[in-house]
């Protein structure tokens, strides 16, 4: 089974801390993405990576870097948190032919108080 | 254009009945549609997914429905069942280029023992 794992099920940070999220998957997938999941907003992309050390922005990538220094593993980095990133976090991994679907993680519910 | 609008937000259904989902996306490029299905607490997994050259795809009581001219494709729970009741998203990628997902907004379903 493939496995996406990240970090943490829970985080409680403050304002202005910067704060890590982890992710390891064990399937050797070219492509890993990082998500945030809002009620009423769905799954929006912050940013995804097609290869160690490659990144691209997604469509919310502001207040936020990512870092892949291996393979099998992604950040995210909210580099300032604010009350306005308390959400979901889901990371997820696919092959890079992108037709297979992608797996997610359990999620991080990140609260910023 | 790269968005893809996903309807109703909100279903109940009795035991036993059809589940309907659609989705509708505007950018032609896209040429693979997974489904998604997300518990409570949990990351969203894949559950069937479509590629435009074909008009449906059943998996057990899962069955896509897709309309290339209309732009639109669709999920249908058959003989819904109260374990079904869950988030579903909707989503496209492109098989070339950058591989990235886009989400729909979501439909948490009920079913009604």
């Known amino acids: 089974d493939v496995k996406v794992t990240q970090s943490s099920r829970y985080l409680v940070k403050r304002t202005g801390e910067k704060v890590f999220l982890e992710c390891v998957q064990d399937m050797d997938h070219e492509n890993m993405f990082w998500y945030r999941q809002d009620p009423g907003l769905g799954l929006r992309l912050i940013y995804f990576s097609y290869d160690v050390k490659m990144k691209e922005k997604g469509d919310i990538p502001e207040g936020y870097s990512v870092s892949r220094e291996k393979k099998e593993r992604f950040s995210l980095i909210l580099e300032s948190a604010s009350t306005n990133q308390t959400s979901m976090y889901l990371c997820?991994?696919?092959?890079?032919?992108?037709?297979?679907?992608?797996?997610f993680g359990q999620g991080t519910r990140l609260t910023v108080v | 254009q790269q968005q893809v609008k996903q309807s109703p937000q909100s279903l109940i259904v009795q035991k036993g009945g059809i589940s309907i989902i659609n989705c509708a996306y505007e950018n032609t490029a896209f040429d693979y549609f997974p489904w998604y299905q997300q518990f409570p607490g949990k990351g969203p997994a894949l559950l069937i997914a479509?590629?435009?050259?074909?008009s449906e795809k059943k998996e057990g009581r899962f069955t896509i429905s897709f309309n290339k001219s209309a732009k639109q494709f669709s999920l249908h729970i058959m003989d819904s069942q109260p374990g079904d009741s869950a988030t579903y998203f909707c989503?496209?990628?492109?098989?070339?280029?950058?591989?990235?997902?886009?989400f729909g907004t979501g439909t948490r379903l009920k079913v009604l023992a």
């Open positions: 989503a496209a990628s492109m098989t070339s280029g950058t591989y990235k997902y886009i």
């Open positions: 479509i590629r435009p050259d074909v």
């Open positions: 997820a991994s696919s092959l890079y032919s992108g037709q297979v679907g992608a797996f």
